[in-house]
């Protein structure tokens, strides 16, 4: 949210409502409803975008960058294919840094 905050500031928006939904279906319904608009994955969009439901406008560049955790459980037993998956992960995380030079 931080980030849709300081681009919101950023264009001169300086009062927002922000409303939370727990799914990314109920999102998209809710921007095509009129309720708003939204910051989602273009991937989640391309569909409607289609029917011509949607407009989207690119995100700017310096926005772009986000950060990612993965999380567990705190008491949730490593398993041998969970430390795969974190191995994984890492290494998508680390290739990810390294093409944009962070």
């Known amino acids: 949210m931080r980030t849709a905050r300081k681009l919101a500031k950023s264009v ?3 009062s927002v ?3 939370e939904f727990n799914h ?3 999102i998209v319904q809710g921007v095509i409803s ?3 608009v939204s910051l989602v994955p273009y ?3 391309q569909r409607y975008i289609g029917e011509n439901k949607l407009r989207y406008f690119p995100f700017p560049a310096e926005y772009k960058t986000i950060q ?3 999380i567990r ?3 949730s037993l490593m398993t041998s294919a969970f430390e795969k998956l974190v191995q994984a992960f ?3 995380v680390w290739t990810l840094k390294s093409r944009m030079h962070i």
């Open 90 to 92: 890492q290494t998508y």
């Open 68 to 70: 990612i955790s993965l």
């Open 34 to 36: 009129g309720l708003g």
């Open 73 to 75: 459980k705190k008491d």
């Open 12 to 14: 001169g928006i300086h």
């Open 43 to 45: 991937s989640v969009i």
């Open 24 to 26: 990314l279906d109920a």
């Open 17 to 19: 409502r922000y409303m």
